[in-house]
């Protein structure tokens, strides 16, 4: 592990820049916020900035472009479950339900 | 049978026959990854259910007429900024320089601080306008609450984070160091950078 660190132990440039794509991320969710268009539209926006500032995070800070594919692939684990507690409850919600809470 | 190896030879052999590290990592590094990834289930269902009372709501208020957005904004920048100083920290201690692991662990330490701060000002302004766990002067009795558990969880774990990075540098400060416990914090306070990504999307900006 050690001589492979070395490849990469001064990379100060590429923090930088990921730093600095991170920022115009985030403007770019900012604007997405902003802007008057279709909730579902809009929430599919932000769901892909998000996915695509996790991914540059966890892939440049936290290194994981370096690690083995089965240390990668068990990061998955808590998006996916998401998506499942997601598919399960959001159903719920397309009927008659919001008699289910009331503004006080 | 001589040239071709047994089933339990083969076993033994591969990366799961003990004696190697199949994921490649040291073992604080596989445990810091293990508690990310909990971590982040606990997170996801947070999320989630926010997401299910919202839909099930009637209204939601609009939270650019409750929030400070240049404040939220200004937060999510510094804590952005805190995740890349650590990453460079981590690139000084990997060098063996703990002089600049240490410089960068300090201004990761302010920018936690900072972060803190903010939301401290934040929650007390909340607080001031009438808005608890239980009820909130703008709509939904879970639009607050949401927010408290949700903001409250993540600043816990800014507050959890800054303590680590704190022993971090005082260690590094003592020559106490290696790049391996400068990496695991490095990875933790990532994660609490992930986590504002997504609360940052998801309750301010949706």
Redesign the interface.
Known sequence: ?AEH?DQH????KT??M??FW??VL?AL??G???THINATL??LL??C??LF??LV??A????LRY??L??IL??L???I??VI??SF??P??LGN??H????? | MDSTLTEQQRILASDWGGGKSPFGTSWSKFMMWIFIISDALTFAAFLITYGFMRSISPEWPKQTEVFNMVLITFMTFVLISSSAVMAMAVAAARAANPKLAFRFLVLTIVGGLIFLGCQAFEWTHLIEEGARLTHNPWGVPQFAASFFVITGFHGFHVFSGVTILSIVAIRAAMGKYSGDGVENAGLYWHFVDVVWVFVFAFFYLL
Do not use: D, Q
């Open positions: 592990m660190h132990s001064i990379h100060y923090y930088l990921t730093w991170l920022l985030t969710a900012l997405v916020g902003y809009k929430a932000l769901v900035t998000t500032k996790i995070i966890a440049f800070f936290m290194h690690e083995r089965n240390l068990i990061t684990t808590p998006l479950l998401a507690l997601f409850t959001f719920e919600t339900a919001t289910l809470i009331r503004v006080r």
